[in-house]
C-alpha cells in the first residue's frame, strides 16, 4: 500500500515528533520548511484559546514560505492528541482542528473513536503511537490511517520492545503508513527504520537540542553533554514508562537508581496539562540517541546533516 499523498513529498522520511513544552510553533515551522513534518501537542498551547492562534500561524506562515519558494518541499504538519480521560480539552482541541483541517493528527495513549472520526471528515490522516501489538490492532480496528511504533530506547513514552521485534511484527498485518521511533538521531538510523520495514522515522530528541525548541539552555546543554547510558527508564514521573536524563533526575534530589514505581492512576491531564509533569517540570525527557548528539544548531542545520547521513549510508551499502 502507498503512503498517503501528504507524507509522500518530504526531503526526508522523517516527522518531528510531538514534544512536551518543547514543541511550539517556532519549532514546528522550522521543521515543515526544512522539509520534514512538524509536530506539537495541542496541550502545549495553554490556555486552550491559544491553540487556535498556534494553528492559523503555522498554517499562514508555511502558506507565505511555499509561495516564496515554489521549487521548496514545504512539509505538513500534526497536532498531537492526547486520548486520556482526564483530558478535559480533547473536544475542544478536536473542533479547532476541525475548523482549520489540520492536515495530520497523532493520537497518544488511547485509540479514539470521536478523534479519528472528526479527522477524517475533512480528510485528514491519523497517526496512532504504540508500544505493543495489541494497541496497534486496536487502533487499526476503529480507523486509524497509520501507526507509530514507540520502541525501546525512545524519548518519553516508550514501549520495551526492540524496534527489530515490533516493526516487522505489525507489518505482517498491516500494510499503511508505518513509522518507528527509538534512538533515532542520525541519516543512518532512519535508512536503518526504513530496511526494517517501516515508511518513516520518528525523530523526537534530536530535535531539543536545536535553536528554534522551547527548551531552555541546560536542557538542549544536557542533551549534548549525555550518552546512552546515561538515559533512565521510570514510570514514576507520569505513570507511564518513559525514558529521561539521569542528570535532570539527580538534580531534583532524587536516585535514578533507585526511583519508585507509579502506575496510570496517578496521570491527569487535566485543564491542559499533567499536573504530575507540572510538578516534574525539571525531569527531561530524552532516548537513547543521545550519544551522536553534539551540538544545536538550527533545524535546518541538522536535516541537512541527515540528510548527508541518510545519502551516505545508502551508497556504503551499494
Known amino acids: 500500500m502507498a503512503l498517503p499523498e501528504i507524507l509522500q513529498n518530504l526531503e526526508l522520511p522523517v516527522i518531528g515528533a510531538p514534544l512536551f513544552i518543547v514543541s511550539g510553533p517556532e519549532l514546528v515551522i522550522a521543521q515543515c520548511k526544512a522539509g520534514i513534518v512538524g509536530s506539537f501537542p495541542a496541550l502545549n498551547a495553554r490556555p486552550a484559546e491559544e491553540l487556535e492562534k498556534w494553528i492559523v500561524r503555522i498554517k499562514l506562515e508555511l502558506e507565505a514560505y511555499q509561495k516564496e519558494n515554489p521549487d521548496k518541499k514545504v512539509a505538513p504538519f500534526a497536532v498531537n492528541q492526547i486520548c486520556h ?5 480533547l473536544e475542544h482541541d478536536m ?35 504504540v508500544t505493543n501489538i495489541r494497541h496497534t490492532q486496536k487502533a487499526l480496528s476503529i480507523g486509524a490511517d497509520g501507526i507509530i511504533a514507540v520502541c525501546a530506547g525512545a524519548g518519553g513514552h516508550a514501549g520495551r520492545l526492540s524496534p527489530f521485534a515490533l516493526v516487522p511484527e505489525i507489518r505482517e498485518f498491516h500494510d499503511g503508513p508505518l513509522l518507528c521511533s527509538g534512538s533515532i538521531s542520525t541519516g543512518g538510523s532512519i535508512l536503518a527504520a526504513q530496511a526494517m520495514g517501516a515508511d518513516l522515522a520518528y525523530l523526537g530528541t534530536r530535535f531539543i537540542a536545536t535553536k528554534e525548541a522551547n527548551a531552555s539552555e541546560a536542557y538542549k546543554k544536557a542533551i549534548v553533554d549525555s550518552a ?39 496521570m491527569n491531564f487535566g485543564s491542559g496539562g499533567n499536573t504530575d509533569a507540572k510538578a516534574w517540570k525539571d525531569i527531561w525527557g530524552s532516548g537513547q540517541g543521545v550519544g551522536t548528539i553534539h551540538s544545536a544548531p538550527s533545524v535546518q542545520e541538522v536535516v541537512d546533516q541527515m540528510k548527508a547521513e541518510y545519502k551516505a549510508a545508502k551508497e556504503a551499502l551499494l
Do not use: W
Open 228 to 266: 546512552g547510558e546515561d538515559i533512565v527508564y521510570s514510570s514514576l514521573f507520569t505513570g507511564v514508562h518513559g525514558n529521561y536524563l539521569k542528570s535532570s533526575i539527580e538534580a531534583a534530589g532524587l536516585d535514578p537508581n533507585n526511583l519508585p514505581e507509579a502506575d496510570k492512576s496517578s
Open 95 to 129: 473542533q479547532v482542528c476541525v475548523k482549520h483541517e489540520v492536515p495530520i493528527i497523532i493520537t497518544s495513549l488511547q485509540a479514539s473513536q470521536m478523534v479519528y472520526d472528526a479527522a477524517h471528515s475533512y480528510g485528514g490522516t491519523v497517526l496512532h503511537d
Open 85 to 89: 480521560g482526564s483530558n478535559n480539552r
